[in-house]
């Protein structure tokens, strides 16, 4: 292998699927602000995945559909003032 081109920084990472709260632990050097306890009793830093196998079709099997219309409805509710105004500025 070639020298200096790998990095140093691996350290455990809990990956975590939103879907289903699905969490694995893994040797990673992915930078990430969250951190969250393991079933270990351990803190480690925190990545937060869309999907993993355990959600997958492919894997699983059967069809999950992730709700992506409530978050699109959330974010709607949360900055529903801030649209409003910008229409009335258009007017």
């Known amino acids: 292998m070639k020298k200096d081109i790998h990095p140093e920084n691996y350290r455990m990472v809990v990956f975590k699927d ?9 040797r990673s050097c992915t930078e990430t602000k969250d951190t969250t306890k393991f079933e270990d009793g351990n803190e480690y830093p925190l990545v937060k995945l869309e999907i993993s196998y355990k959600s997958h079709p492919f894997y699983t099997g059967k069809l ?11 974010f709607r509710n949360r900055y529903k ?11």
């Open 81 to 91: 003032r801030h649209i409003t105004e910008e229409a009335k500025k258009e007017d």
């Open 64 to 74: 999950q559909l992730v709700d992506t219309a409530g978050r699109i409805d959330k």
């Open 18 to 26: 939103m879907s289903n709260g699905y969490e694995f632990l893994c």
